[in-house]
């Protein structure tokens, strides 16, 4: 597995790997930060390595909304065209890993809690 690219921003580090076909990110959130805020054409794992977090995840079509309180040793599969967002109540880690080639359509209701987020807290 090789490293395909890093970023750093206020939220924390995420780190990407691939091989192959498969892809292997390992993400970063700071406590009362966000990340996600959009939906994929394919299915996703997430796996929390450590901390909580509050995840959130709407059907687009249905506009069913589920939220959860997920803590570390937790997988979450996230089925296609679901979008989603992860609120760390703590300091978090986690992995996210799918087949294919990354693409991301955001969401405008989670994605403005991010971008709101990262204008509050960055102050």
């Known amino acids: 597995m090789k490293i395909q690219n890093e970023v750093k921003d206020v939220r924390g580090n995420m780190v990407f790997y691939v091989q192959n076909n498969r ?3 390992i993400i970063e959130i700071k406590k009362g930060f966000s990340r996600g805020g959009h939906y994929h054409p394919i299915e996703q794992d997430h796996i929390i390595i450590s901390g909580k977090v509050e995840y959130r995840e709407e059907d687009i079509e249905t506009k069913k909304e589920e939220i959860k ?3 570390k040793a937790t997988v ?3 089925p296609p065209k679901k979008a989603h967002i992860f609120i760390a109540l703590e300091d978090t880690i986690f992995i996210e890993s799918f087949l294919g080639e990354y693409q991301a ?3 405008p209701k989670y994605r403005k809690d991010v971008e709101d987020r990262i204008k509050n807290n960055s102050k």
Do not use: K
């Open 105 to 107: 359509t955001e969401y």
């Open 23 to 25: 892809r292997v990110s």
């Open 69 to 71: 309180i997920i803590e």
């Open 76 to 78: 979450l599969n996230v």
